[in-house]
């Protein structure tokens, strides 16, 4: 992982990054029972999305629970964002990093409009904001160098 990351170019989801429900065990706001939550959510009400990586767009989906929803792979990497309102980007389309991708919005099971955002490594999802610090730790390292 470490190699793929030293060599990736890595952006924000959103703008401006306000963390509204942690990666982890949970109560889900809406059945009231705990839950695995596999990502993070993210404040935005129809707002510009971002590729965090380089890579292929998988698929444009629609799913119960995140809505309109885009995953993005990058090698062993997928990145998937959810509720979406609009789709920017088709499916098999490549992608820069940085690119916008789609506009949030607040489809799928929800309370109110939010970016969902998770990171599959190696088909395990991961704390999507360790790994974003992580990445960002080494593209500032090296831009230093
Ligand atoms: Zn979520």
Redesign the pocket.
Known sequence: MKTIIALSIVCLPLKLLTVT?PFGYRINPISGKIEF?N?V?LRAKYDTVYAVLNGIVRSECYNSSFGMAISLQNGEITSIYGHLDKFLVNAQDSVRAGQPIAISGSTGRLTAAHL?FSVRYQNRYINPLNFLYEILKTTNHEQKL
């Open positions: 429900s939550h990502g959510d969902h």
